[in-house]
């Protein structure tokens, strides 16, 4: 393929290829060349590639090829030499007049003409001279050419009329004259040919728009006569332009020309004769006259439909803005004509054409604003419509004929104007508020009068409209129900007005789930009174009991709509309803058969459908109600129903076939509820109901060809494109049920069943057989479809021959829709069986059958059988058959006689491409290059061939995959096939195939995104997104979408050169807001759901990676569409305008109309921007908020933006913009739409959070946000207005909140605006509940109140004025909490909840309301804690302004526990004594913190962050330090009553005198489970489960820092837990805390890096200490058990301290440590065994020996201590024992100086143990003593010549030494003297330092005054223990 990207064609390599593959790379060439030939100078290759190009001509290139062909060659003419352009001219227009009709010459004759189309297109006026010969040339060949020539030589006229403009008048009529003629031609590509070529001729031929006006008219209808879409679409183009030429022409043609312009009543009256009389007025066969009962053909009137669309579309917004009350009551007089509505099915099909008409119309063309005034509009028309029908109902006593058909009319019309006006006011949402609010328009007024129509289809339509203005506008919801219930009390007696008014009730009701406010609760029963008093009084009066039966069922179906919680309550009621209605047995039955008449059994009859249906309402909507017991009650009646279903046919037999309509309506109910139940439950029952099941399938008892619509929706989705559109008709609820039904019973019926059918079908003739045969497809195909589901089996061999037989049937069946179906079952059995054997047997046939076939029919069916086999078996169980399907799929799609075998075989072909995945890779080559032949050489007027074509491509690149991206030979050329394949593709005239490309691209994008030419794929799909196609659009939106995930800022760039490059042809409609700006305003043309969630995401993907740099281009695209907003608010205030304007309108009416409509018209963007797009802008605004703050922290500091913007102008910072950010959002929140103000509220939020701590550079000590304060509050006023929505009101209670807790405002003044709206709504608080004027649902107030509660306590939480609220509002806060805590309990104490509810929830909004307590609790809750804090617990109780929700004994009970001491004013208390009563308040009952702790540990097992449990332990520890208080102030009382008996105070604290604690009872206990849970949560081994079980390893490890801080903390309040106790309680709790805290010392005492001492050490040392310090003498069981625990921990510490080669380094000191706080603490009678003591020497010994001299250092510390001890006793053996190894260490640093600060450090702190055992000494033995230190010392100074060259450390030792000689001297001078004099080498050492030292003293002074150095020990212990 690479060798075909050359300039010119070659030649050499073409000569090598195969003939099959010429054509490919003819095609590549080409597509190459179109690339090129733009930016390349051509000069002197011209000539040679004019014959290379023409030459081509004659080579007979395929569709493709010659367009691209004739493309090339024009345009290399444009831009070369054109003197050879006549030469060129000419061989076409001579190959075109040759005679050779041959189909083989057909492609060369075709692609002259394209090519002469192609040069006059480009070139036109150029070549003028010759125009005349070629129209002549081309319109000879046209009378004798063929279809495809006929097509091709059109389109070549089109593009000759488009090159030359006005030029080619003088053709404009002969071209005229013999295009008409072919409007009506047999072949519909041909059909499309012609219209689009008039549509170009009617630019500038004004003939067509005026003389031939009619005839044009009247030619398109003829045209649209069993025509297909494309037809339909190019016709109705050229219709519905023409007829807005004629009413306003273009400005040049009336310049020419003098023009009689048509009226807009001759163009309307033109256009609704097709619609109403089609196109052939009278003379039709006989045959279409049977068939369509002298009526228009259907495709006619769809067809001028969109002719209709078309016109309003070219004239615009503004003239359908203008005249939409004349062209409204034109469309509606179109559905009121008795020619538009002989039938009923006629009848609707007109309505559905006119709600089209105006849905198209008025939904996409007009702005909000006129949207509104549309709706104005209709809403007359509805008004002039009902005062006529009204007029003839009173107007009884005169039999006029005329008057019943007026209203019978009448009720289409109502129909169409309802459903537009439902529609819009739906669209408009809540910005239609002004069409309720004025009273002129009357709008509610009119709908509810229409619910009084004689017609049930206009009362309905009118329900439905009333269900659109409630949903579009809530608060209209309640008061609407209210109405209607009034006005049905009201009007009990009139049939219309029961009927109408619970349409309009049932249709409310059914509206509510979607309005998240609800309605109130009471509404329920409302409608359940009423509903039962219209049941109970139906037999009262004769005339009424039809209706109000059918009217009392259908309330209590559409109450079930608003769920459990509504339900729930009436249910027993409802079930008893369901009872009576039915005859409880046989007898009742019987008897009802022999006494009703006709009338009373079509009431029952009614009724029983009513009750059934209200029972499948019930069961849909509230599952959670569907109990055992409830569904065996429901059982009971839907039995009986069942009984009664079998003697139905002979009431109906006894009293008329007019009953038939009310039995099939039961029997449907029926199965719709049976099909919701769950089969088990009517098991005894499936043989009856199988039985009435099959009757209805095989048209038993039904002489009507009776057939249903469902078989199109169960044949798969993908098969759509091998049916053309079917009928639709009447069983489907049935096939549901039949499939559940199957799946569920006994073999042997199946096989009754199964062959039932077959005879069934035997027995049937003509178009019966058809109706009975579809029918039992749909049945047979729904029950394999439930089988497989369900992956049950099909049953033995004979079930599966009788329906294998039925179905290879069906293969062969004429109808196309039966064959799909066939083929579809087949595939599905294969899937059921599952059985190889049987799936060869199956695929054989079709091998055998498709071999020796040779009609269409059997072709098609068994190619498709293949097709399903392969998709339901999927690759490996159809694997083997694989070969021989595809080799047989390929030759079929080869058959070129027939465009319908090609369809179902490549269709076939994709589905097994699809289902065998990468087993089909053998097959990959073969199968594309076929593809591509096909592609080049199917003529593309067979679109479906195209379309499976298309999946085909896209099915193979699925295969293929991500071996795509490979570079192999083999890969590269299937990657450039598939790309020539979308090529071909993407310039199909079809949309659809158009989209098929667009989703193949985007394969290939995934797989390869390399190889996709970004550059030209993305201008394609932005030309697509203005596509009139549904499919194409969403297509390219997908395609963006992805293509923006990866490369957001490409698409954007490449789509904006489109836009500079578009010449004037093309009508892209990109501006300088590029794709966004496109996307953004597609958003208010499109409806289709899909396609605008995936423009949301597409514009979502480019704003992330866009808009934080292109920040002011996002930020003004979100502003213009926002902009809206305001412009709606302005203009609020409808029909508000002056006359005198109004009146100066009128003058220029025409001139504008004249000017403006042209072509300038379509730049202006068609409607401004709709409420929804103005939400997602809204969104995007705080989308682009977010993405600047993960992106830089400089846009949000004005200094450093600035200086930024100084520095380079191109940087772009929010901070700069915040003005527009609050405009935008002050806009949003003031809108009308409330969606709009939530997003709004939102956005203001977002920024008050993010800006408000931004300074003001020019005023310090200010913020930037100060200055917008007044736009904060103006945004946030009206959401505290009455009428606003709950919602809105709190989410602008959060906002006051966080605007009030920024701190951007300090100045009360200024606050103050803020504050009050909080006030205000604070005020609506207090109200109570059950006010009278509820519009919603209870728990919307609950949010209202809750949202209020909660944003005052974050207000309070960071202010401290309490702005007098404070009484008031801790009460209301108090009264929260109490419901929260009632409503968060298990679902076991239901029955404890107050009955009428709480302060602000009522009972039955419960489920609701807890999700809004749960999100406002813990606010209330801090807030609560800080205002009881402040008040000291102390509230003054004032009853009076309790709020009226809350009773006075929860006030009483309140003020209890807040006054826990009233005596003493809380003023004179010290902070000490208000802590103690805060605890005390919890501790005066010690069962209350036992509960208390229990609940923290629950808090704990279910949420369980860091954070949280250090926020528990502190409350442990307060809980702790209270009960602390609280017993010692226990034990002081009975101290000082019992001063004379010593004992008493023992047994104060846990445990008593036994030493027993009570689970449950005890505190210590309690805390000790919660804080034990705590430990083992972060150190596992703990547990002595976990550290039995294999896995587990101890070691010691460093915790992560949070874990550390936990654990200490855990462990200090550990240790303060016996105090809680009585000795003998100590004695019980102590082994387990020792034995903890020793394990934790153990696993966190680790050698650091830094030798830091870890936070969990030093907490179990200052427990050790605290446990050991107890006082603990009291008798002598007690001390014996004492002495024992702490000799224990003493060995344990000892025995943990032994180092382990196979643990981590034992932290030696923090264990020394702990030894030594056992010998300073405990007396020597515990631990001065000799064991004990022994232990404690080797590790300090083993200390002193240690390598590390932090360790030998820190060991002389605690060696120090423990030498000074004040007990001598315990001191003196440990001095005897290491004082001598101490001496030996400090004599050996003579010849082992300290190399560092640390050893150094060792050495001082062993010469102070020294110095300190000599001060310890006798006088006596003090000259010894010093014998030893002394000479030590000296060894430490350095000689004079050994000094300077010494180290640093060095040096500093022989300092340390100096200054301790010269203190020591004075210190004992008497013993100092004897131990110099006995050695006087000593001596001289030490007085030749003393010299030297003090000469360089000397020196230094000379020099400067020296810094002070301290020679003090550097580090410390972190703890001091002593």
Request: with cysteine; charged share 20%.
């Amino acid at each position: 393929m690479e060798l075909a990207h050359s300039l010119l064609l070659n030649e050499e390599a073409l000569a090598q290829i195969t003939e099959a593959k010429r054509p490919v790379f003819i095609f590549e060439w080409l597509r190459f060349l179109d690339k090129v030939l733009v930016a390349t100078d051509v000069k002197e290759k011209q000539k040679k590639l004019v014959e290379q190009l023409t030459g081509l001509i004659s080579s007979s290139p395929g569709p493709p090829t010659r367009k691209l062909l004739a493309k090339n060659l024009a345009a290399l003419y444009s831009i070369g030499d054109t003197f050879t352009v006549f030469q060129t001219l000419d061989k076409c227009n001579d190959i075109i007049k040759s005679k050779d009709d041959t189909s083989a010459y057909l492609p060369t004759k075709l692609t002259a003409v394209a090519c002469v189309g192609a040069f006059y297109e480009k070139m036109g006026r150029m070549l003028g001279s010759s125009f005349p010969e070629t129209v002549n040339n081309l319109l000879k060949s046209l009378k004798s050419a063929e279809s495809q020539g006929r097509s091709e030589i059109l389109m070549s006229l089109q593009k000759v009329l488009s090159g030359l403009g006005c030029a080619a008048a003088s053709c404009h009529r002969d071209i005229y004259k013999n295009a008409r003629s072919l409007l009506t031609d047999r072949a519909m590509a041909v059909r499309c040919a012609v219209a689009k070529c008039l549509l170009e001729l009617q630019n500038e031929a004004v003939f067509m728009w005026t003389a031939e006006l009619e005839n044009v008219a009247t030619l398109c209808f003829k045209s649209l006569e069993n025509s297909n879409y494309g037809v339909r679409v190019a016709v109705s183009k050229l219709l519905g332009t023409v007829m807005a030429t004629a009413l306003i022409p273009k400005q040049a043609a009336v310049m020419r020309q003098n023009v009689k312009r048509a009226t807009l009543e001759e163009v309307l009256e033109l256009m609704a004769t097709g619609f109403l009389r089609g196109g052939s007025g009278f003379l039709k066969s006989g045959g279409e006259m049977l068939k369509v009962g002298g009526s228009v053909n259907r495709e006619v009137r769809v067809g001028v439909t969109q002719a209709y669309v078309v016109f309003v579309t070219t004239l615009g917004g503004q003239w359908l803005e203008r005249n939409f009350a004349t062209f409204l009551s034109h469309v509606l007089d179109l559905v009121s004509h008795p020619r538009a509505t002989q039938t009923h099915v006629e009848a609707v099909y007109s309505r559905r054409c006119v709600s089209f008409i105006l849905r198209a119309t008025v939904g996409s063309l007009l702005g909000e604003k006129a949207q509104i005034a549309a709706a104005k509009d209709i809403c007359q028309a509805i008004a002039t419509q009902m005062k006529a029908v009204e007029a003839v109902v009173n107007d009884a006593n005169t039999e006029n004929k005329s008057g019943a058909a007026d209203v019978s009319a009448s009720q289409h019309v109502m129909v169409c104007a309802l459903q537009e006006l439902g529609s819009l006011v739906q669209s408009l949402n809540a910005t239609a508020s002004p069409l309720i609010q004025e009273p002129s328009i009357g709008l509610l007024e009119t709908v509810t009068s229409v619910l009084l129509h004689p017609s049930m289809a206009a009362r309905l339509a009118a329900a439905w409209c009333l269900r659109c203005v409630a949903v579009a506008l809530p608060f209209q919801l309640t008061p609407f129900l209210d109405r209607c219930a009034e006005r049905l009390n009201n009007l009990k007696t009139s049939p219309e007005a029961v009927s109408g008014y619970s349409f309009a009730m049932a249709a409310l009701l059914g509206g509510v789930h979607q309005c998240p406010l609800g309605i109130p609760h009471a509404k329920g029963k409302m409608v359940v009174s009423i509903a039962e008093d219209l049941l109970r009084t139906a037999a009262q009066n004769s005339r009424l009991s039809l209706q109000r039966t059918q009217a009392g069922w259908l309330l209590l179906g559409a109450l079930m709509t608003l769920g459990p919680s509504v339900v729930r309550y009436h249910l027993p009621k409802m079930l008893l309803l369901w009872r009576n209605v039915f005859p409880r047995s046989l007898k009742e039955l019987e008897a009802e058969k022999a006494r009703g008449d006709s009338f009373t059994w079509q009431v029952t009859l009614e009724g029983r459908a009513g009750a059934l249906c209200a029972m499948r309402s019930f069961v849909a909507h509230c599952p959670e109600l569907l109990t055992e017991d409830v569904i065996r009650k429901l059982m009971t009646p839907i039995e009986c129903a069942m009984t009664m279903m079998s003697h139905i046919p002979s009431v109906i037999k006894a009293h008329g076939a007019h009953l038939k309509a009310s039995a099939a309506m039961v029997r449907l109910r029926l199965y719709d509820i049976l099909a919701l139940l769950p089969p088990k439950t009517y098991e005894g029952s499936f043989n009856a109901l199988l039985r009435e099941l099959v009757a209805e399938f095989t048209l038993t008892d039904n002489s009507a060809n009776t057939t249903t619509s469902l078989l199109r929706s169960l044949c798969h989705y993908d098969d759509s494109v091998l049916l053309v559109l079917l009928p639709h008709g009447g069983i489907c609820h049935h096939t549901f049920f039949f499939q559940r039904m199957f799946s569920h019973n006994y073999f042997i019926y199946r096989l009754q069943m199964l062959d039932h059918f077959a005879e069934c079908v035997k027995q049937a003739k003509g178009v019966r057989q058809q109706a009975v045969q579809l029918n039992i497809f749909t049945a047979v195909l729904s029950a394999l479809k439930g089988l497989a589901e369900n992956k049950s089996t099909l049953g033995p061999e004979e079930v599966r021959k009788s329906a294998l037989t039925l179905v290879m049937g069906a293969l062969d069946n004429p109808n196309p829709i039966l064959r799909c179906a066939a083929g579809e079952a087949l595939g599905r059995m294969a899937q059921v069986v599952g059985e190889a054997t049987f799936i060869a047997r199956m695929a054989q046939y079709s091998f055998d059958k498709l071999k020796s076939a040779r009609d269409v029919v059997s072709r098609t069916g068994h190619s498709l059988a293949l097709g399903c086999l392969h998709r339901y078996v999927g690759g490996i169980g159809s694997g083997q058959h694989l070969k021989t399907s595809v080799s047989i799929l390929l030759a079929l799609a080869q058959d070129g006689t027939s465009p319908e075998v090609q369809t179902w075989s490549l269709h076939s072909l994709a589905l097994i491409v699809d289902s065998s995945g990468p087993m089909y890779r053998g097959y990959v080559e073969p199968t594309l290059s076929l593809v591509l032949t096909l592609l080049l050489t199917v003529p593309p007027s067979h679109t479906e061939v195209h379309q499976c074509l298309g999946r085909c491509l896209g099915a193979i690149i699925t295969t293929v995959g991500p071996e795509l991206q490979g570079n192999g030979a083999t890969v590269s050329t299937i990657r450039s096939s598939c790309l020539v394949g979308c090529a071909i593709t993407q310039d199909h005239s079809d949309s659809l195939v158009q989209a098929a490309a667009i989703s193949c691209l985007q394969q290939l994008h995934m797989f390869a995104p390399r190889h996709v030419n970004l550059s030209s794929l993305v201008p394609s799909l932005c030309v697509h997104l203005c596509s009139s196609h549904l499919l194409l659009r969403r297509a390219a939106v997908a395609c963006l979408r992805q293509l923006a995930q990866r490369e957001a800022a490409e698409v954007c760039e490449y789509a904006m050169s489109l836009a500079k490059n578009a010449g004037e042809k093309e009508s892209i409609n990109i501006t300088e807001t590029g794709l966004e700006g496109v996307l953004f305003g597609m958003l208010d043309r499109e409806t289709d759901r899909k396609l605008c969630s995936d423009i949301h995401d597409t514009l979502g993907h480019m704003l992330s990676s866009l808009a934080v740099e292109k920040l002011s281009h996002w930020l003004r695209l979100c502003k213009d569409v926002l902009a809206a907003s305001s412009d709606m608010t302005a203009t609020a205030s409808l029909g508000g305008e002056k006359d005198e304007d109004a009146e100066k309108k009128d003058e220029m009416d025409d001139d504008t109309m004249f000017t403006t409509l042209g072509e300038e018209d379509k730049s202006k963007p068609s409607v401004a921007p709709r409420w929804a797009t103005r939400v997602f802008a809204a969104d995007c605004l705080c989308r682009i908020i977010m993405l600047c703050e993960n992106a830089n922290k400089v846009h949000f500091d004005l200094a450093l933006a600035r200086s930024a913007k100084l520095r380079n102008p191109k940087n772009d910072l929010l901070v700069l913009h915040l003005s527009d950010l609050i405009r935008m959002a002050f806009m949003a929140a003031t809108d009308h739409s409330n969606q709009l103000r939530m997003a709004g509220l939102q956005a203001l939020e977002d920024i008050i959070k993010k800006f408000a701590a931004v300074p003001e550079p020019e005023f310090p000590g200010h913020v930037i946000l100060e200055q917008y304060q007044a736009n904060v509050g103006a945004a946030l006023r009206p959401a505290f207005s009455q009428d606003t929505p709950s919602d809105i009101t709190a989410k602008a209670c959060q906002v006051c909140s966080t605007w009030i807790g920024s701190g951007v405002v300090s100045d009360l003044n200024d606050l103050r605006r803020v504050h009050n709206l909080l006030v205000s709504s604070l005020d609506k608080v207090q109200t109570g509940k059950g006010s009278s004027s509820q519009l919603y649902r209870e728990s919307a107030t609950t949010m209202e109140k809750l949202a209020v509660l909660k944003a005052w306590a974050e207000v309070s939480d960071d202010d401290d004025d309490d702005y007098g609220a404070l009484p008031t509002l801790s009460r209301l806060w108090l009264a929260a909490l109490k419901d929260y805590a009632l409503l968060t309990l298990p679902a076991e104490f239901a029955s404890q909840l107050p009955p009428d509810g709480g302060a602000f929830y009522t009972p039955e909004t419960i489920d609701t309301a807890r999700l809004h307590y749960r999100n406002s609790w813990a606010p209330i809750l801090h807030a609560v804690a800080l205002w009881l804090n402040g008040t000291g617990f102390n509230a003054s109780e004032t009853t009076e302004d309790a709020p009226a929700g809350i009773s006075n004994p929860q006030n009483r009970a309140t003020s209890i526990m807040l006054n826990p001491a009233p005596a003493t004013p809380p003023s004179t208390k010290s902070l000490q004594e208000i802590n103690k009563d805060r605890m005390h308040l919890i501790l005066g009952n010690i069962l209350l913190g036992v509960e208390l702790l229990s609940v923290l540990h629950r808090l704990l097992l279910t949420c369980n962050p860091p954070s949280v449990q250090l926020l528990v332990t502190g409350v442990v520890q307060q809980i702790i330090r209270a009960a602390q208080d609280h017993f010692q102030e226990k034990r002081n009382t009975l101290n000082e009553e019992d001063a004379k008996e010593k004992d008493t105070s023992t047994t104060v604290g846990e445990g008593g005198e036994s030493g027993g604690l009570v689970p449950g009872k005890s505190l210590v206990f309690a805390a000790m489970e919660l804080l034990m849970f705590i430990l083992v949560r972060h150190m596992p081994h703990l547990s002595t489960k976990m550290s039995d079980s294999p896995s587990h390893l101890c070691s010691r490890t460093q915790l992560p820092e949070e874990s550390a801080r936990l654990v200490a903390a855990t462990i200090s309040i550990l240790s303060d837990l016996p105090t809680l106790c009585s000795p003998a309680g100590c004695m019980t709790i102590l082994p387990t805390i020792l034995f903890l805290i020793i394990q934790v010392l153990k696993d966190t005492a680790v050698k650091t890096v830094g030798n830091q001492v870890p936070l969990p050490v030093t907490a179990t040392l200052q427990g050790l200490k605290n446990i050991v310090t107890l006082p603990m003498a009291v008798n002598e069981e007690i001390q014996k058990q004492w002495t024992n625990i702490i000799r224990s921990t003493l060995a344990s510490i000892l025995d943990y301290s032994q180092p382990e080669a196979s643990k981590p380094i034992l932290d030696e000191v923090s264990m020394l440590t702990a030894i030594a706080l056992f010998l300073w603490s405990a007396s020597t009678e515990i631990i001065g065994v000799q064991s004990l003591q022994n232990g404690c020497m080797n590790r300090f010994k083993a200390a002193l020996n240690s390598p590390d001299p932090w360790v030998q250092a820190k060991c002389y510390q605690l060696l120090l201590s423990v030498f000074q001890h004040t007990n001598r006793a315990l001191a003196i053996p440990y001095i005897h024992s290491l004082a001598p190894m101490v001496v030996e260490k400090l004599k050996s640093v003579e010849k082992n100086r300290p190399n560092n600060k640390t050893e150094l450090l060792a050495v001082q702190e062993g010469i102070k143990v020294l110095e300190t055992l000599v001060a310890l000494g006798e006088e006596q033995n003090r000259v010894h003593l010093l014998a030893l230190l002394v000479p030590t010392l000296i060894s430490y100074l350095l000689n004079e010549n050994a000094f300077p060259s010494a180290p640093v450390v060095s040096k500093e030792l022989h300092e340390f030494a100096l200054q301790d000689l010269t203190r020591i001297g004075p210190l004992y001078p008497h013993a100092f003297k004897t131990v110099m004099g006995a050695a006087p080498e000593l001596k001289t050492r030490l007085e030749t330092a003393v010299r030297a030292s003090q000469a360089s003293k000397a020196k230094a002074a000379a020099r400067q005054p020296p810094p002070t150095v301290h020679s003090t020990p550097t580090i410390k212990l972190k703890t001091s223990f002593f």
